[in-house]
């Protein structure tokens, strides 16, 4: 089984600063791990993802984030925000063994830029 | 990119009606596909696991003779929630997991959900 923690549930910032939004995870077996934005009203939308190889992964939208595997975290960031990044962000993940079958997702951050 | 299409996006019904929500793969065949349940403030739940060809799969708590899932070609997953209720209202999300084996693949496609309002 696995467990995803998202610490913020709201994340104000303004616009064109840096931001971090934090994800942990836990799990008895590897994972593959997921960031995804959701607007309102709206489906999710895959920001990025880690299967393996490089901790650093880029993502759409100037998005990046870093896996940490002896922190169990990936968070995610980004250097300069719009204000069309205000959405709600979801961290989630997914057992390597069986693909996609049971993914986790964690309660999500909203972000919000002030212009 | 891989598109999912979910229809309606929103509908309004009375209580005691049933509801029918279409999940359709546009340009990609899926043997499964997931359908979450989202309350306000809150994360996705998985509510099933459709599978194209046989019976769906229900998590824990989730009523299979309420939501009822048919998943009967690999593009088309659709769920009805029969004799809905107001604490039925919520937003529904499906995803398809592209490839025909179902296994192995690393990402799944979203739709852009269905906000239910049971009156």
């Known amino acids: 089984a696995q467990s995803v923690t998202q610490l913020d549930s709201q994340v104000p910032v303004f616009e064109e600063a840096p931001v971090e939004l934090r994800c942990n995870y836990s799990s008895s077996v590897s994972v593959y791990l997921f960031w995804y934005v959701q607007y309102p009203n709206q489906g999710l939308q895959l920001l990025l993802k880690?299967?393996?190889?490089?901790?650093l992964v880029k993502g759409i939208n100037g998005f990046e984030a870093e896996f940490n595997k002896s922190q169990t975290s990936f968070h995610l960031r980004k250097p300069s925000v719009h204000i069309s990044d205000t959405a709600e962000y979801f961290c989630?993940?997914?057992?390597?063994?069986?693909?996609?079958?049971?993914?986790?997702f964690g309660t999500g951050t909203k972000l919000q830029v002030i212009p | 990119g891989a598109v999912v299409s979910q229809h309606p996006s929103r509908v309004i019904c009375k209580s005691g009606t049933s509801v029918k929500i279409e999940c359709r793969s546009l340009d990609f065949q899926a043997t499964t596909m997931f359908w979450y349940r989202q309350f306000p403030k809150q994360s996705l739940m998985l509510m099933a696991t459709?599978?194209?060809?046989?019976?769906?799969?229900?998590e824990q708590g989730v009523e299979k003779d309420k939501f009822l899932i048919n998943h009967a070609s690999l593009t088309l997953s659709t769920l009805t929630v029969t004799s809905a209720h107001p604490e039925d209202s919520s937003f529904y999300i499906c995803?398809?997991?592209?490839?025909?084996?179902?296994?192995?693949?690393?990402?799944?496609?979203f739709g852009q959900g269905t906000r239910l309002t049971v009156v």
């Open positions: 995803s398809a997991l592209p490839g025909t084996g179902g296994w192995g693949n690393t990402e799944a496609f």
């Open positions: 459709s599978n194209e060809g046989s019976k769906a799969t229900y």
């Open positions: 880690y299967l393996s190889g490089s901790t």
């Open positions: 989630a993940v997914s057992p390597r063994s069986g693909g996609y079958q049971k993914v986790t």
